[in-house]
Nanobody, 126 residues
Framework: EVQLVESGGGLVQAGGSLRLSCAAS????????IGWFRQAPGKEREMISA????????HYADSVKGRFTIYSNRAKDTVYLQMNNLKPEDTALYYC???????????????????WGQGTQVTVSS
């Protein structure tokens, strides 16, 4: 059974940091791109970062460049999203998702993602 399980969300003040984790199981981790998406109330789901497990390629949305870092621990089949200098506009439900490696997946085409986690809430207070 394929599973993606997110953890690490919470409430933080503006300027603070959180680290989200996405633990994967049930598929060949190395063949995939793991993406982090977020959805705020009333807004569309957007990709904020992605990581190509095999080659380590990364992609970031402009809104998080310089503040967020994505990386993996292949021994644990886990991808992390380190979020620094958080802003109130970062408040959203954050999801990780997995798709076969492709440039489209790496750069955020949602339809490329096959498996989704249940989400973890991030709330940034001003």
């Amino acid at each position: 059974e394929v599973q993606l399980v997110e953890s690490g969300g919470g409430l933080v003040q503006a300027g603070g940091s959180l680290r989200l984790s996405c633990a994967a199981s049930g598929f060949t981790f190395d063949d995939y791109v793991i993406g982090w998406f977020r959805q705020a109330p009333g807004k569309e789901r957007e990709m904020i970062s992605a990581f190509g497990i095999r080659d380590g390629n990364t992609h970031y949305a402009d809104s998080v460049k310089g503040r967020f870092t994505i990386y993996s621990n292949r021994a644990k089949d886990t991808v992390y999203l380190q979020m620094n200098n958080l802003k109130p506009e970062d408040t959203a439900l954050y999801y990780c998702a997995g798709g076969w490696f492709s440039i489209a997946a790496l750069t955020g085409t949602i339809s490329e993602y096959l498996y989704w986690g249940q989400g973890t809430q991030v709330t940034v207070s001003s």
